[in-house]
């Protein structure tokens, strides 16, 4: 079992930026990649960004390149996501994720508002 526990949400204005950070523990050396979905009211969840824990390459989706740095301390068993130049439409609950081969774990997100 793995279990993440995210932090680092918050309010922002717009333009502004925030850190979110995940940690992992329990069964971590199982994992080989960890990433970033966010789940907007009345929307599906999406993918935001993912970074493989070995060799480092990271994934994102279009409406995140450039403004958006997933990075990661595999001694910390951490995941970070810089995101730079906010939006109000970027404004969801992000959640943390994590896979190792045959199961996918969630964190419990936290709270990203970004004001106009």
């Known amino acids: 079992q793995v279990q993440l526990v995210e932090s680092g949400g918050g309010l922002v204005q717009a333009g502004g930026s925030l850190r979110l950070s995940c940690a992992a523990s329990?069964?971590?050396?199982?994992?080989?990649?960890m990433g970033w979905y966010r789940q907007a009211p009345g929307k599906e969840r999406e993918f935001v960004a993912t970074i493989n824990r070995s060799g480092g390459s990271t994934y994102y989706a279009d409406f995140v390149k450039g403004r958006f740095t997933i990075s990661s301390d595999n001694a910390k068993n951490t995941v970070y996501l810089q995101m730079n130049s906010l939006k109000p439409e970027d404004t969801a609950t992000y959640y943390c994720?994590?896979?190792?081969?045959?199961?996918?774990?969630w964190g419990q997100g936290t709270q990203v508002t970004v004001s106009s």
């Open positions: 994720n994590a896979n190792e081969y045959g199961a996918t774990y």
């Open positions: 329990g069964r971590t050396f199982s994992i080989y990649k």
